[in-house]
């Protein structure tokens, strides 16, 4: 089983960036599909973001379409999160998630993925 650590998150101000880091450690991270959700006080967690397994596809809320920008490096067994022009709606507590998947299929449902970080708070305010 992989297990999943994130960092860098932070207090930003609006319009600023910050890039999110989710490392895997227990296995190779390269056959699993990764996801970031987002989760603010008192609302459900949110899809933001999904990479497939080889890294090939993606697929983003449209909500941050043309902001942020998710890459994985199977190397390094490394997903990231680069966050740009951030808003005060985009504060919430990120997390990394995974599933070991063979195919180009990448869950955009919380559901789907059965390993998740422990989460990384990010507060964009002024």
């Known amino acids: 089983q992989v297990q999943l650590v994130e960092s860098g998150g932070g207090l930003v101000q609006p319009g600023g960036s910050l890039t999110l880091s989710c490392r895997a450690s227990?296995?190779?991270?390269?056959?699993?599909?990764a996801a970031w959700f987002r989760q603010a006080p008192g609302t459900e967690r949110e899809f933001v973001a999904a990479?497939?397994?080889?890294?090939?596809?993606?697929d983003y809320t449209a909500s941050v379409k043309g902001r942020f920008t998710i890459n994985r490096d199977n190397t390094n067994n490394l997903v990231s999160l680069q966050m740009n022009s951030l808003k005060p709606e985009d504060s919430g507590v990120y997390y990394c998630?995974?599933?070991?998947?063979?195919?180009?299929?990448?869950?955009?449902?919380?559901?789907?993925?059965?390993?998740w970080g422990q989460g990384t708070q990010v507060t964009v305010s002024s």
């Open positions: 990479v497939d397994a080889a890294g090939g596809n993606t």
């Open positions: 998630a995974a599933r070991y998947s063979t195919t180009h299929h990448m869950g955009v449902l919380s559901w789907w993925y059965n390993t």
């Open positions: 227990g296995r190779s991270l390269s056959s699993y599909a």
